[in-house]
Structure formats: C-alpha cells, structure tokens
C-alpha cells in the first residue's frame, strides 16, 4: 500500500487536537514531536476527501483558541519508505538522570547507573520525545521503588510501563483503550525482556485495574479530571499519582482537585506549555 505522509508543524498547544483530527481523518498513528505531528493516511478510495476534511478541520484551530499550523508538508511514500521515513525524528534521548530511551534501530553503550528502554513505538504515542513524556519519567525516576505494584493508563508505546518494571517495579498493570496501542505496547514489552513484569490490557481507565502503589497516567485534562475518583480508588493510601498531558491553561483545575483529600505533598514540573503533577495519597 502506498501511504500520504504528513508533517504537521504546529506548536504544542494544538498537538491533542490535531492528533484527534488526524484520527479522523482516517490516519493509521500519529507521532508527535516537540515541533511537529507526524502522520500517514492510507492512499486508498476517498483520499481526496480525506485531505479536504483534514485541511479543513486544521483551518479550524485559531477559532478554538489553539496556535495555528505553521507549515503542512505532504508526500507520498510506498509502505517500506514510511516505515522508514519517521525514524529521523527519533534518536537515543537522555530524559532526567538515569533513563535512556533507544530506539530499536539505533546502537548505544549503556553507562553503569543507566536504565535503558528499547523502543519501537510504531504507530502508538510515547517515543519519548514529548514533553508530557518526559514530565512522567522523571517522576517515575524519583517515586518508583523496587517492589512496586504500578499502574500505567493510557500506555501508548508501553514507554513508561517499561520504564516502571526497568526501575524495579515488581508488577505493572498497563492500559490503554486503542487496541494498535495495546499491541505495540505488547511488542516493546517483549522487546525490552519485562513480560513477567509488566502486562498489557485493552481498557478504559482504571476498570479492573489492582491495588497500586504508583499510579501514572499522561492522557489529557479532562480524561484525568474525570478519572480521578478512580484513580483515588485504585492508589492504596501513601502511594503516589503521577499524571500528565495537561496544558498549561487546564492546570488550574487539576492542581485545586489535588490540593483536596485524599491528596496531600503535591509536586509540579512543567515544561513547553505542558505540566505534570505528582500527589500522595492520604
Ligand atoms: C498521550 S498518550 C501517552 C502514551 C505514553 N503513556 C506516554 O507517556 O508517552 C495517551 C494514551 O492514552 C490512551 N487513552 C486515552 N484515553 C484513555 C482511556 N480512557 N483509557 C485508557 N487509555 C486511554 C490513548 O489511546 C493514548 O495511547
């Protein structure tokens, strides 16, 4: 199949919405980078109104109050050219001090304290270079314990499930309610060695999910609003929430929610328009 590639450069502000446009416009995976969103819709019957939706639903972003695309750049790339193509964005990345994310395709020589994740993040979001990413493994770095039952909703590329299990964790439980997502997931847990310690379901939320003792999630403001009573269920009391993917113009609703019982000691990072927060449960 030949395939229409996409690069979107847009600031961070309107990365979630051009994602979900991208979505609907029938894109198989969207990556998104500091600068830009990368992604390929399918060259098959309907192309053509495809792109007039997607340019269309782009034109839109100003009136919803998010930056507009700076640039839009289109080419066409047989199956094996876009398997391909994307990996110039993603290279071996240092994120907070310890953790090193390496893509599957490259080689790297690992320092002694370092934990090392192998990544092929295919179509699924979390190759590390997000800031929302980011915020989430640095937290992870800090609060998570060898011993560790954890949490990870809304897994992605499984990037920080892994990441949890590498930093000693004893058990993982990750979600996420994409099934590609679920499968790429499934795909770097294996690669990365940590199947006995990290399984990955097809889920909403926190449904099934087992007493933890970190709970992560980087989803968006309003997915973790609404989750947060879950989430309040799931965490056992003196255990930690980590969650990210919240603009900095939604911040104010989460932190007031996390200044509330059951959470108490609230941590902040932000980065690039972006915040994460971290809270003890009570
Ligand atoms: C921003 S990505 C985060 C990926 C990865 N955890 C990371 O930090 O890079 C958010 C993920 O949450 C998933 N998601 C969104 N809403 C969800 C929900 N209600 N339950 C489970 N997963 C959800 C999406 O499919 C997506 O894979």
């Known amino acids: 199949m030949k395939w229409l590639e996409l690069h979107i450069l847009v600031p961070s502000d309107s990365h979630d919405a051009v ?67 994307w990996k110039e964005f993603f290279h071996v990345l240092r994120v907070g001090e310890r953790v090193v994310i390496k893509p599957s395709w490259e080689d790297y020589t690992p320092r002694e304290a370092d934990v090392v994740i192998e990544l092929d993040p ?18 992870l770095e800090k609060l ?36 590609v997502a679920v499968l790429t997931a ?4 294996a690669r990365n060695g940590v199947e006995r310690l990290v399984s990955v379901h097809l889920a909403d939320g926190c449904e099934d999910a087992p007493e933890c003792d970190l709970l992560v999630a980087n989803i968006t403001a309003e997915v ?11 965490i056992r009391r003196g255990g930690w929430l980590v969650v990210s993917g919240i603009v900095q113009e939604r911040s104010g609703r989460i ?4 200044q509330q019982t059951p959470w108490n000691h609230l941590q902040h990072r932000e980065r690039g328009g972006w915040c994460a927060f971290a809270a003890r449960r009570g």
């Open 186 to 189: 499934k795909g770097n847990v």
């Open 144 to 179: 998570v314990q060898p011993g560790m039952v954890v949490a990870d909703i809304g897994t992605g590329s499984g990037i920080l499930a892994i990441t949890a299990a590498k930093l000693g964790a004893i058990s993982v439980w990750a979600v996420d309610n994409d099934p």
């Open 224 to 234: 973790i609003e609404n989750l947060l009573p879950d989430f309040a269920r799931c």
């Open 255 to 258: 932190r007031s929610a996390l």
């Open 19 to 85: 994602a979900e446009i991208c979505r609907q416009a029938g894109a198989q995976g969207v990556s998104l980078y500091a600068d830009r969103v990368i992604t390929a819709l399918p060259i098959t019957e309907g192309l053509d109104e495809r792109v007039r939706f997607f340019k269309a639903q782009l034109s839109h972003l100003p009136e919803w109050g998010l930056p507009p695309v700076q640039h839009l750049t289109e080419q066409v790339r047989d199956e094996k050219e876009w398997a391909e193509a």
């Open 122 to 139: 295919g179509m699924a979001f979390g190759t590390g270079q997000h800031e929302t990413t980011q915020l989430c493994l640095e937290f």
